[in-house]
């Protein structure tokens, strides 16, 4: 068999090892800016695994809008309230994590708000109505009782309005409108994290979740990736995750105390672009994983697969933003999150069905029947980067992640992503760098 990747084949040349050419191409698309910081009004506390801390509270939910109350010292204590911005399958999780520790904490409010995209189940209820009633997300997660601190809310101004503390969770695609509708909604003293993983393409270039949360609201948003496979963690299988944030280590603290349990091991890094770039470009090579699964390629092929796309991911996060570090790529959120998404993630299994089809039925078609609402992430994810490299004169470099994108839409067939193309890379590109100059 011919491999498509040739520009990974040979020893003499790495696109992983040296960095020091890539690191001198231009670098067209801005690195991080982001709007000012506005600091968190709670007094943080040090840092302690949650179940060590404090007795815990009443699991009563309450609506109050206060958010102070009084520690066993009788000193006001100020509270910070939490809303999760999404309710799908990872954001039911989420909530279900975060609510077991505001239960337990005495710096958060006992009370997670969870905002419910409202849409009506087969049965004529509302899906929040079924929510608050069962404490089950019956649609995105089935048989997992939430907290009956979770409160389900469908209007999102309201469900916003008191948070110091926004946890976004929502497929990428729609938080350009989410952000829209958000603006002027939100506390001034707001901090916000994102678990979305995936990016938008702008004309001035790629912009992050993040960052489109951080300019459209004016706040500042950290980020939680990870290894983290919703379904698993719903059960409390042990996992870990990675937080990346940008320069108060304090607030970075906050999040891991707010999701840390002793199955949900979450480490901090100072990295916010390399963290959230692990989380959106894994998903384009669990699209190589499940198509190398479906054409029956076996372990070999899968772990290269996995090898090259960790590779491409580095380049390409360093080549956006110089910043990034490549101790990342060894977080939960790099290595691991590439593996776990590679054998179990929804991902690969759609992309396995869409080559057992030979690339016949479309990935809209194949997501709605086998994901029954949950959305894919990989198929724009790979359309958005190939953009990306397509404008920058990269996509040479990229040969999976140009492959990925040429299978999804057609142009390709499934197996192509193991075989030459037509098309050789041209090997002088990368072994000169005066050409991009
Ligand atoms: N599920 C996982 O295992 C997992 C794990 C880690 C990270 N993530 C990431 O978390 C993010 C959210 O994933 P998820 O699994 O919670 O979602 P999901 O795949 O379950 O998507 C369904 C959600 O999208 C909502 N939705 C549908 N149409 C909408 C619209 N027009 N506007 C707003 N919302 C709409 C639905 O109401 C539902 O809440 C994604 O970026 C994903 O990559 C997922
Ligand atoms: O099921 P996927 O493919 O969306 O992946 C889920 C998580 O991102 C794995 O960490």
Redesign the pocket.
């Known amino acids: 068999m011919r491999f498509h990747f040739p520009l990974y084949s040979s020893s003499s040349f790495s696109l992983f090892s040296d960095f020091t050419f890539i690191s001198s191409l231009p670098l067209i698309f801005s690195s991080s800016h982001f709007s000012p910081f506005i600091s968190m009004a709670p007094a943080f506390e040090p840092l302690s695994p949650p179940h060590q801390e404090a007795e815990p509270q009443t699991a009563t939910p309450h609506h109050a809008d206060t958010v102070n109350n009084f520690g066993n010292d009788g000193q006001v204590v100020s509270k910070s309230k939490v809303t999760v911005v999404g309710s799908g399958n990872w954001g039911s999780v989420a909530a279900k994590l975060i609510a077991s520790n505001t239960l337990k904490l005495n710096s958060f409010h006992d009370e997670v708000r969870m905002w419910v995209f409202e849409e009506t189940l087969q049965t004529g209820e509302k899906l929040t109505d079924v929510i608050n009633k069962t404490n089950e997300n019956v649609k995105y997660l089935p048989g997992i009782k939430l907290g009956k601190n979770v409160i389900a809310d469908p209007d999102l101004d309201n469900a916003v309005k008191d948070a110091n503390m926004l946890v976004f969770v929502t497929p990428h695609q729609f938080m350009e409108g989410i952000c829209k509708r958000l603006v002027g909604k939100v506390r001034g003293d707001v901090e916000a994290i994102s678990l979305i993983?995936g990016m938008e393409v702008k004309m001035e270039g790629p912009c992050m979740i993040s960052n489109l949360i951080s300019e459209q609201l004016g706040i500042n948003c950290s980020v939680l990736m990870?290894?983290?496979?919703a379904n698993e963690i719903a059960v409390e299988k042990f996992s870990e995750a990675t937080v990346g944030y940008r320069d108060n280590r304090e607030i970075a603290e906050q999040w891991v105390k707010l999701f840390s349990t002793p199955y949900f091991m979450v480490t901090p890094v100072q990295d916010v672009e390399g963290v959230e770039l692990c989380g959106t470009l894994k998903?384009v090579v669990?699209i190589a994983a499940g198509f190398v699964d479906g054409l029956e390629m076996g372990n070999n092929t899968k772990a290269a697969i996995m090898r090259i796309g960790l590779r491409e991911m580095r380049a390409f996060s360093k080549l956006l933003f110089s910043s990034v570090r490549d101790s990342t790529f060894f977080e939960s959120c790099g290595v691991a999150?590439v593996i776990?998404?590679c054998l179990g993630?929804?991902?690969?299994k759609v992309a396995e069905a869409f080559a057992r089809n030979g690339g016949k039925r479309s990935f809209d078609d194949l997501e709605a029947e086998m994901l029954q609402g949950q959305k894919l992430?990989g198929v724009s994810t790979a359309r958005e980067v190939y953009e990306v490299l397509s404008h920058r004169g990269w996509l040479e470099l990229f040969p999976l992640f140009a492959t990925v994108h040429e299978i999804c839409v057609g142009r390709l067939p499934p197996s192509a992503i193991v075989e030459y193309s037509e098309k050789k890379p041209r090997l002088s590109l990368l072994e000169d760098p005066a050409c991009y100059q």
């Open positions: 993983k990870g290894a983290n496979i998903n669990a999150d776990t998404t993630g929804r991902n690969r992430q």
